[in-house]
C-alpha cells in the first residue's frame, strides 16, 4: 500500500528525483552516477531556497552532459 503525504517536494528532492531519472535512463550507468556526484552532494549541503539560488550559489561548477 502506498501512503502519499500532502507534502510538497522542494527543490532538493526534485531535483535528486531528476538525477536519479537521468541515471537510471543512460546506457552507461557507472560514468553517468560519477557525473552527478558532486552536483547530488551540492544539493543536498545546499542553503538555498529555490532552485534560481542554487543555480546563482553554483554558476561556475556547471556539470556538462554528454
Known amino acids: 500500500m502506498y501512503i502519499q503525504l500532502?507534502?510538497?517536494m522542494t527543490w532538493q528532492e526534485k531535483r535528486?528525483?531528476?538525477m536519479n531519472r537521468i541515471v537510471r535512463k543512460s546506457k552507461n550507468k557507472?560514468?553517468?552516477t560519477e557525473?552527478?556526484?558532486a552536483e547530488f552532494n551540492r544539493v543536498?549541503?545546499?542553503?538555498?531556497?529555490n532552485k534560481r539560488e542554487y543555480?546563482?550559489?553554483?554558476?561556475?561548477?556547471?556539470?556538462y552532459r554528454k
Open 16 to 18: 535528486i528525483k531528476a
Open 6 to 8: 500532502n507534502k510538497p
Open 30 to 32: 557507472k560514468e553517468t
Open 55 to 63: 543555480k546563482g550559489e553554483n554558476n561556475d561548477q556547471t556539470i
Open 35 to 37: 557525473q552527478y556526484m
Open 44 to 49: 543536498c549541503v545546499s542553503n538555498a531556497k
